[in-house]
């Protein structure tokens, strides 16, 4: 079936340094993404979003890339921060707005 | 605004017990949907209400129901607790329109015994 996974279930970054989360994506059929961030013993927050039909958007310090060839979307956060330390993961969306969730990735960042 | 609110926030149950986890959300959104979220894996969809009157299963509703009270409720029962359904819950709503995020509660923490 279709599916939403991420590469690596724990990132550990510098503070100051870029991060770098990945996902994969399978259903080809996907209307859009959107990259959530879930602090611990919350719900998940919107980060940003993206539409099948760009490749890349930017937001406050963050960036997605997707790349549709491999399917594959990546958030870039910059200058990473302690208080970014959350598991991110993403979600794709068909047409009919069924959202499908990835695992998660496990944000540390260490001063 | 408060956005998407749950209660309770945790709760401990005993095999065979019953309880409903409510939400509410007072964003005017269309739609209400029940997750699921257990360790190492993606949300889960258990039930979902496109719209006030309707509802319908998701990818996990067995042992589940729900009751889409009006627009802005959108409560979950268990009517005979398991300790497979330790986890925790997270109750979304969202428009339906265009590119739409759902917004997400707080989440009740379950813990069945």
């Known amino acids: 079936g279709e599916s939403v996974g991420l590469h690596l279930p724990t990132l550990s970054v510098q503070e100051g340094d870029n991060s770098i989360i990945n996902c994969a994506y399978s259903n080809s059929a996907s209307d859009y993404f959107i990259w959530y961030k879930q602090e611990s013993g919350k719900g998940p927050q919107f980060i940003i979003d993206i539409r099948s039909n760009m490749d890349k958007r930017q937001g406050q310090r963050v960036t997605v890339l997707l790349n549709k060839t491999v399917k594959h979307l990546s958030l870039q956060i910059a200058a990473t921060q302690p208080g970014d330390s959350a598991v991110y993961f993403c979600a794709e969306v068909d047409s009919w707005g069924k959202f499908q969730f990835g695992a998660g990735t496990q944000v540390v960042v260490t001063p | 605004n408060a956005g998407v609110t749950q209660t309770p926030k945790f709760q401990v149950l005993k095999t065979g017990q019953s309880m409903t986890l409510q939400c509410a959300q007072d964003?005017?959104?269309?739609?209400m949907y029940w997750y699921r979220q257990d360790p190492g894996m993606g949300l889960r969809l258990i039930y979902y209400?496109?719209?006030?009157?309707?509802?319908d299963k998701g990818e996990v509703p067995n042992g589940y129901n729900v009751s889409r009270l009006n627009k802005r409720e959108f409560s979950l029962r268990l009517e005979s607790a398991a300790p497979s359904q330790t986890s925790v819950y997270f109750c979304?709503?969202?428009?339906?329109?265009?590119?739409?995020?759902?917004?997400f509660g707080p989440g009740t923490r379950l813990l069945v015994l």
């Open positions: 209400s496109a719209s006030e009157g309707t509802t």
């Open positions: 979304a709503s969202r428009f339906n329109r265009g590119m739409e995020t759902q917004y």
């Open positions: 964003m005017n959104h269309n739609s």
